[in-house]
C-alpha cells in the first residue's frame, strides 16, 4: 500500500485526487517566471478536522504540503513543489456567522474576498482589504500574503483586519488564536504570526474578520500630469496636505495605453502619470475636489472630481483592469516594491530607465498612497530563455532599487519563491535566523511549504 492509499483511507472519497489533468490544473500560481515542480496529488478536504488528518498523515510520512488558495498569487507562494500535496482550500467556503452588532464576520478560509463583502453589505458593513483579485482570491490565500489593496491607504492592509484564526500546525493540532474581541493582549500575539505566513507554518481554516461600517458616500478624482515630476509634485502635495484619500492610485503612460489597448477608457494616451483618488463620508465630494485642486496647482493637465456613482466606478475600473490587460498581451511578472511615498518619482523613473536598459517592457500601475507600486514586467514567450534572464535582472534591479530608497522588496504580495534571493539583502542575517527559529519550533520536519516565504 503506497503512502496515498493510506490517506485515502482515512478521508471521504473524492478529497484525494490524482487524476494528472486534474493536478495540472493546480501546478502554478500566476508568477509565470517560475518552473513548477509534479505534485503527488492534490487534496480538497471540507473541513479542519480532515485537514488534521492530513498533516498528521505528512508529518507521519514526511511529505511536503504546498497550501493552495486560488492560486493568484504572484510570488510562486502556492506552485508545486517535487513530490508534494497540494492542500486546495476551495471547498471550505462557509460564510459561518455574520455578527452585526460586532462587526464581525466568521469565515472559512475557502470563501472567496468579494463573496464577504456582498453577505455583508446589506447590513451596512464591509470588509476593507480589496486585492485587485478580489473577485478570484480567498482569504486564506488573502491572509497567508497579508494582501493589500486599494482601500489600505485608508483602512490598513488584511492584517488590520483580522481578529482571530483557526490553524492546523503541521503535527495536526488544531490553534485557535486570538477571538471575537476588538482588544486582546492575552500572551503573544499568534494571530499575526500566521498573517502574512505564506502556508509555511500551517493551514489556515477558519479566520474571524472585523468589518467596518458602510461609508455614507464616496466621491473620485483623477489628474492627468504630462511628466512625472509634475505628477511627484500632485501627490506630495496631497501628502503634505494632510488629506485622507480612501484609494490613491497611479497609472503610468504604459499602463494607460495597455488598459486603453485592451478595453476603451477615453484616458489620456499621452499623460505621463495618472491619479486616481477617492475619499469617503460626509465631506467626500469636497475632499475629492479639493485632492483634484492641489494636482491643477502642481501642473495637471487636467483635474477633476464627481461623486457621479457610474463615472467614479468607470475611473476606479480602468485602475482595475490594468492587470487583467496585463495578463491578456502575454506573460507577465508583477513586483510589488514598496518605497517612503514621497520617493515614488524617483523609483518610477528608476523603473524606466530598467525598462530601457533590461530591453523589458514594463507598466507600471500602483497603490501611490502606500508607496506600493507594480511594475508589471510584460513577457512574450516563456520559453525565450535570453527574455527569462533579462525579466530575472529587471526584477533583480527593481528590488535593488527598492532597497536603496528605504523600501521594500515586498509590500502586499509576500516573498514567495520569487523574491526569496533578496530578502536577506533587506531583513538581514539576524532576522532570518530569528525566522528559521520559529520555523523549526512549528515545523521541525519543514514539511509545510519549505523554501517559501522566509
Ligand atoms: C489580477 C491580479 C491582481 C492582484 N492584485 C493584488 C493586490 O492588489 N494586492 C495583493 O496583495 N495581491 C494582489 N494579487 C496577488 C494575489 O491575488 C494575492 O496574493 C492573494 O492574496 C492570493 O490569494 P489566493 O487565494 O489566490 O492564494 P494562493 O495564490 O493560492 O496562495 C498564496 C499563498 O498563500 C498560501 N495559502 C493559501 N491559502 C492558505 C491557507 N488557507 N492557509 C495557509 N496558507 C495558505 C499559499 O501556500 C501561498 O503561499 C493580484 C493577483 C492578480 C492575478
Not at 493552495?68 to 471547498?91: F, H, N, P, Y
Not at 478570484?136 to 491572509?143: A, D, E, H, Q
Not at 523574491?419 to 535566523?433: A, F, H, I, M
Request: proline share 5%; charged share 20%.
Amino acid at each position: 500500500m503506497t503512502d496515498l492509499d493510506s490517506l485515502r483511507r482515512q478521508l471521504p472519497v473524492g478529497i484525494v485526487v490524482t487524476d494528472p489533468d486534474t493536478v495540472e490544473g493546480y501546478r502554478r500560481d500566476s508568477s509565470d517566471l517560475l518552473h513548477p515542480g509534479s505534485p503527488l496529488a492534490v487534496l480538497r478536504p471540507t473541513s479542519a478536522l480532515q485537514v488534521s488528518t492530513i498533516m498528521k498523515w505528512a508529518t507521519a510520512t514526511s511529505t511536503v504540503v504546498v497550501p493552495r488558495g486560488a492560486g493568484t498569487g504572484a510570488s510562486g507562494g502556492a506552485t508545486a513543489l517535487d513530490g508534494c500535496v497540494i492542500v486546495s482550500l476551495e471547498k471550505m467556503t462557509a460564510i459561518r456567522d455574520v455578527d452585526i452588532a460586532n462587526q464581525i464576520v466568521v469565515v472559512e478560509p475557502g470563501v472567496v474576498n468579494a463573496d464577504v463583502g456582498r453577505a455583508v453589505a446589506e447590513h451596512g458593513l464591509f470588509y476593507p482589504p480589496d486585492p485587485g483579485s478580489f473577485e478570484i482570491s480567498t482569504i486564506g490565500g488573502n491572509l497567508a500574503t497579508n494582501a493589500g489593496g486599494m482601500r489600505c491607504v485608508k483602512y490598513g492592509v488584511t492584517r488590520n483586519s483580522v481578529l482571530g484564526l483557526e490553524v492546523v500546525l503541521p503535527d495536526g493540532r488544531i490553534l485557535c488564536t486570538g477571538g471575537r474581541t476588538v482588544k486582546n493582549v492575552a500572551g503573544l500575539d499568534l494571530t499575526h504570526l500566521f498573517v502574512g505566513s505564506e502556508g509555511a507554518l500551517g493551514i489556515i481554516t477558519s479566520a474571524t474578520l472585523r468589518l467596518r461600517p458602510r461609508p455614507s458616500g464616496t466621491a473620485t478624482f483623477v489628474a492627468s500630469f504630462p511628466d512625472l515630476e509634475s505628477g511627484g509634485r500632485g501627490l506630495n502635495a496631497i501628502f503634505a496636505s494632510g488629506a485622507t484619500p480612501s484609494i490613491l492610485e497611479l497609472m503610468d503612460c504604459a499602463t494607460i495605453n495597455m488598459v486603453e489597448d485592451y478595453r476603451r477608457m477615453d484616458l489620456d494616451r499621452d499623460a505621463d502619470l495618472l491619479i486616481i483618488g477617492q475619499a469617503d463620508g460626509d465631506a467626500a465630494l469636497p475632499e475629492a475636489e479639493a485632492m483634484a485642486a492641489i494636482c491643477e496647482a502642481m501642473g495637471a493637465d487636467l483635474a477633476m472630481a464627481t461623486d457621479d456613482i457610474a463615472e467614479s466606478e468607470m475611473f476606479i475600473q480602468a485602475r482595475r483592469l490594468a492587470g487583467w490587460a496585463a495578463m491578456a498581451q502575454g506573460p507577465t511578472v508583477s513586483e510589488d516594491v514598496c518605497v517612503p511615498r514621497t520617493r515614488l518619482v524617483e523609483l518610477l523613473e528608476q523603473i524606466h530607465d530598467i525598462s530601457t536598459e533590461t530591453r523589458i517592457r514594463i507598466a507600471t500601475v500602483g497603490h501611490a498612497g502606500d508607496g506600493n507600486v507594480h511594475p508589471i514586467l510584460l513577457l512574450t514567450d516563456l520559453d525565450d530563455e535570453d527574455e527569462q534572464a533579462r525579466a530575472m535582472d529587471a526584477v533583480a534591479r527593481i528590488c535593488a532599487a527598492a532597497l536603496a530608497l528605504g523600501g521594500t522588496i515586498t509590500g502586499e504580495h509576500g516573498v514567495g519563491e520569487l523574491k526569496l534571493p533578496w530578502l536577506e539583502q533587506q531583513v538581514g542575517r539576524t532576522s532570518l535566523d530569528v525566522q528559521a527559529s520559529i520555523k523549526r519550533a512549528l515545523d521541525p520536519l519543514s514539511i509545510m511549504n519549505p523554501g517559501r516565504g522566509f
